[in-house]
């Protein structure tokens, strides 16, 4: 009995025992090094799928290794006839044209008319929130870096993985095994092993919690390249972007103000609609 009583009087001490807090994540985002101008040059475009009307139309925009854009997507819920709640970093709705103008700044696809100037030493990292669907999850990360880069050795592949905390046993077993942060971490190691003069980033917070959605913040913060994010997590995009982009109305403008003023143009013009 008294032998039980010690062992009861141990379990409780070790659960009033503080847990360990777990080492907070570091992105790592390699200098990339300075291009010359330009970088990315979007000079009168229009474009539009084939029978179908132009998405967008004389578009003049360009990106350079300082910039720091956003184009967010909107989500507002109607509460009453008169009220709205903005839940979400808004510009762009879905289906505006945001993914296709991506495809169009990495040359999956062409201009119906005008041109993209792309600078020929450009290397570009994209980051979807598909990401996953370009893996092999029967492969480990490792091998899955080896057959996107089968020439590059294969301790700078595990050297480079290791920086994304992705290291023994992690590194060497199928992905299909790997929790979420571990495949996002992987995409991430994928994504600035290039060292990439500009990164397009589709969504890049989703499936990060709060502590390691910091750690991409502050990372992209001492970024030496260029950024064009869609999110729809306003913390993430305000912390980081300083430029908005509109994607609307056939049209792709820079947004002149700051992210609340955009807010408050999308609540006047909602309830101007509602009132009509």
Same mark, same amino acid.
């Given at each position: 009995?008294?032998?039980?009583?010690?062992?009861?009087?141990?379990?409780?001490?070790?659960?009033? #025992?503080?847990?360990?807090?777990?080492?907070?994540?570091?992105?790592?985002?390699?200098?990339?090094?300075?291009?010359?101008?330009?970088?990315?040059?979007?000079?009168?475009?229009?474009?539009? %799928?084939?029978?179908? /009307?132009?998405?967008?139309?004389?578009?003049?925009?360009?990106?350079?290794?300082?910039?720091?854009? !956003?184009?967010?997507?909107?989500?507002?819920?109607?509460?009453? $006839?008169?009220? %709205?709640?903005?839940?979400?970093? *808004?510009? !762009?709705?879905?289906?505006?044209?945001? +993914?296709?103008?991506? $495809?169009?700044?990495? !040359?999956?696809?062409?201009?119906?008319?005008?041109?993209?100037?792309?600078?020929?030493?450009?290397?570009?990292?994209?980051?979807?929130? %598909?990401?996953?669907? +370009?893996?092999? *999850?029967?492969? +480990?990360? *490792?091998?899955?870096?080896?057959?996107?880069?089968? @020439?590059?050795? #294969?301790?700078?592949?595990?050297?480079?993985?290791?920086?994304? #905390?992705?290291?023994?046993?992690?590194?060497?077993?199928?992905?299909?095994? +790997? /929790?979420?942060?571990?495949?996002?971490?992987?995409?991430?190691?994928?994504?600035?092993?290039?060292?990439?003069?500009?990164?397009?980033?589709?969504?890049? /917070?989703?499936? @990060?919690?709060?502590?390691?959605?910091?750690?991409?913040?502050?990372?992209?913060?001492?970024?030496? !390249?260029?950024?064009?994010?869609?999110?729809?997590?306003?913390?993430?995009?305000?912390?980081?972007?300083?430029?908005?982009?509109?994607?609307?109305?056939?049209?792709?403008?820079?947004?002149?103000? /700051?992210?609340?003023? %955009?807010?408050?143009?999308?609540?006047?013009?909602?309830?101007?609609?509602?009132?009509?």
């Amino acid at each position: 009995m008294q032998s039980r009583i010690k062992a009861i009087q141990k379990e409780s001490l070790d659960l009033e #025992e503080p847990e360990e807090e777990e080492k907070p994540f570091s992105f790592f985002f390699p200098d990339c090094g300075q291009l010359g101008q330009p970088v990315i040059k979007v000079d009168n475009v229009t474009f539009a %799928y084939p029978n179908k /009307s132009p998405l967008f139309r004389n578009v003049d925009l360009a990106i350079d290794q300082s910039s720091r854009i !956003g184009i967010h997507i909107i989500t507002i819920i109607i509460i009453t $006839n008169t009220h %709205y709640e903005i839940l979400t970093a *808004l510009v !762009g709705p879905n289906g505006a044209g945001k +993914s296709t103008l991506l $495809n169009l700044l990495q !040359g999956k696809l062409r201009s119906t008319d005008g041109v993209v100037i792309v600078n020929p030493q450009l290397r570009i990292g994209v980051f979807t929130q %598909y990401h996953m669907d +370009s893996f092999d *999850l029967k492969l +480990s990360p *490792l091998q899955n870096m080896m057959n996107r880069w089968p @020439l590059a050795p #294969e301790a700078e592949l595990r050297s480079h993985l290791g920086r994304y #905390e992705i290291n023994g046993n992690d590194a060497l077993k199928p992905m299909k095994f +790997s /929790s979420g942060g571990q495949k996002s971490r992987t995409a991430f190691a994928c994504l600035t092993y290039t060292k990439p003069h500009i990164l397009l980033m589709d969504e890049p /917070s989703n499936h @990060l919690d709060m502590r390691t959605i910091e750690a991409l913040i502050q990372a992209l913060k001492q970024f030496s !390249g260029g950024l064009l994010i869609i999110s729809h997590d306003q913390h993430f995009i305000t912390s980081v972007c300083n430029e908005i982009w509109r994607v609307e109305d056939q049209k792709i403008t820079k947004f002149d103000g /700051s992210f609340e003023d %955009y807010k408050q143009v999308v609540v006047k013009a909602l309830t101007k609609k509602q009132v009509r």
